[in-house]
């Protein structure tokens, strides 16, 4: 039997025999007890995954629905896009495709969003809502967090949008003690899920910020979101093929335990870091603010990107990522998110030792 194409890209990612197993469960109906008792069974759990009081909602879209929705529900004034990378860049475009004044702070690819850049252009007063992508996966660079939530806290009229998309899991990301407004992620990311799918929490300003807002459209109105979850229910139809896939995941990620799996994503990202440097290689994100679930390579050496993850396709069955957008073929990106361990991430790299000799 041919062996598949395992996937070590920044997303999606590899998902468990196990998790496509709960994620092919015969089918239930979406308005009755048995799915009210699914989404009451997992929420606990995903309130302990975002640290927070707040309910966490379901959302059948991929994470960039939720990113549009909170858009809409949110901004008011003005919007100031925290600007970094591919992902992050691309939130200024949908911000004013909602009819929004937005504006950007934007740094260089490969460098991280500063604080005091920040608080300079917050105390304007112009914005009412800063858009973050906590670790953006383009360039590998994660954002310094607390700090930027400690700028934000000395205005207390402005909300923070938070994209976890490929943090959230791997990573402590206590959404209430921070004071974020609202914190999303995918499915198909350190979650290792199938993608598809997105999950988000609301605080209490950010339900009052909507509740003033005429054009939340029905969707993804956080209110209506608040009103469905209160009785187990999602707005519209939900996958549910997804929420029995992330019912396992999450008896998987408890059973491990949050620090166990915090303490996993940090060694197999130094396994990458110690060989990133060994074969010469360069980092694209700066010193001190490089992800810890993916690694963003600079191909400072000069070789075929393209042609060496071909070989490591055909030879080794490896899926790697020749990097994205402006970066295609000038970094490549190696993943290390998910249900990744010491030992499959070492293979990965000895396969690429292998391709690269």
Known sequence: MQPHDKLFTPGPVE??????????????????????NLYRDIHPRLQALFYTGQPVFLSTTSAW????????????????????GAFSDKWLDVARR??????????????????????RALASGKFDTVTLIHNETSTGVMNPLPEICCTLAKYPDVVLILDTV???????????????????????????????????????????????????????????????????????????????????KLEDIFEEGLDARYNRHQRTN?????????????????????????TCVANNKNIDVLAMAKALREKHHLVIDPGYGKRRGKTFRLSNMGDETEETVSHLLACLDDVLR
């Open 270 to 294: 130094a396994l990458v870091h110690d060989w990133v440097q060994n074969a010469g290689f360069d980092f694209f994100a700066e010193e001190n603010f490089r992800s810890k679930t993916l």
């Open 166 to 248: 490929s943090s959230f899991s791997a990573m402590k990301i206590d959404m209430d003690a921070l004071g974020i407004d609202v914190m999303l992620t995918g499915s198909q990311k350190a979650l290792a899920l199938p993608p598809g799918f997105s999950l988000f929490s609301v605080s209490e300003k950010a339900f009052s910020r909507a509740e003033k807002q005429k054009d939340r459209g029905y969707y993804l109105d956080f209110l209506e979101f608040k009103k469905q979850q209160e009785g187990w229910m999602t707005p519209t139809t939900p996958s549910i093929g997804h929420i029995f896939a992330l019912q396992s």
């Open 15 to 36: 998902v468990s025999a196990k998790t496509m197993a709960a994620f092919s469960r015969p089918m239930i109906g979406h308005r009755g007890g048995a799915f009210k």
């Open 98 to 119: 909602c009819g929004k004044d937005a504006e950007p702070l934007q740094v260089e690819w490969g460098k991280h969003i500063y604080p005091k850049e920040l608080d």
């Open 65 to 84: 629905g939720v990113m549009e929705g909170s858009i809409r529900n949110l901004a008011g004034r003005s919007v100031l896009c925290c600007m970094c």
